[in-house]
Structure formats: structure tokens, C-alpha cells
Nanobody, 115 residues
Framework: QGELKESGGGLAQAGGSLRLSCAIP????????MGWYRQPPGKERELVAS???????WYSESVEGRFTISRDNVQSAMYLQMNRLRPEDTAIYYC?????????WGQGTQVAVLS
């Protein structure tokens, strides 16, 4: 873990917004897909948003309509815009990309939402 670098986490009030960024090394080639995962305290890691081959986008039901995933090929980065945050969004957020060789992860960024 740790090949990718997340940033943008922090503390937010319920109803507020945060934007997470993920820097993707250009040495990772032929990316097939990418996504954002999160791990709430005491729970397992879960996928919340992804961009698949061809640009198809998927959101978990818990974040659809509030979160937006995007990528910037020029900057070699991925983003997660999180709006209307809820206390249950509190988690460590991880970015992930994968190609035909393996999955790549970041070390995570903490998001805490106060009620």
C-alpha cells in the first residue's frame, strides 16, 4: 500500500462539503478502473464510487446524489467531491486504481463529520 497519495480529508460539519484528491503516479500504466473506498470505525472497507473501463461510473446507494467521482488524465489524478456530508460518512477514505497487473492503494485520508 501507499503507491497512491490521498489528500483533502479533515473535519466537517454535517451538511458540509469536502473534496478528496488522489495523485496517481504516471508509472502506473494501462489503468482499467479506479475508485474510492472507505472504512468506517469498526467496520470493513467498502467501495463508495468507481470509474470503470470506458468511463462508466458507479456509486453506492449510501452516497449517490451526494458524492461525485471524477478523474483528470492531464493531472493524473482522481477526485471525490463530497457534499451534504453526514456523520455516517466518517471513515478513512482510500483511493484505488487497477490494471491487468495488480491493484494499487493509497494510505488513506481521515474524514470526520460532526453532527
Amino acid at each position: 500500500q501507499g503507491e497512491l497519495k490521498e489528500s483533502g480529508g479533515g473535519l466537517a460539519q454535517a451538511g458540509g462539503s469536502l473534496r478528496l484528491s488522489c495523485a496517481i503516479p504516471r508509472a502506473i500504466f494501462n489503468i482499467n478502473g479506479m475508485g474510492w473506498y472507505r472504512q468506517p470505525p469498526g467496520k470493513e472497507r467498502e467501495l463508495v464510487a468507481s470509474i470503470g473501463t470506458g468511463g462508466s461510473i458507479w456509486y453506492s446507494e449510501s452516497v449517490e446524489g451526494r458524492f461525485t467521482i471524477s478523474r483528470d488524465n492531464v493531472q493524473s489524478a482522481m477526485y471525490l467531491q463530497m457534499n451534504r456530508l453526514r456523520p455516517e460518512d466518517t471513515a478513512i477514505y482510500y483511493c484505488n486504481v487497477y490494471n491487468t497487473v495488480r491493484y494499487y492503494w493509497g494510505q488513506g485520508t481521515q474524514v470526520a463529520v460532526l453532527s
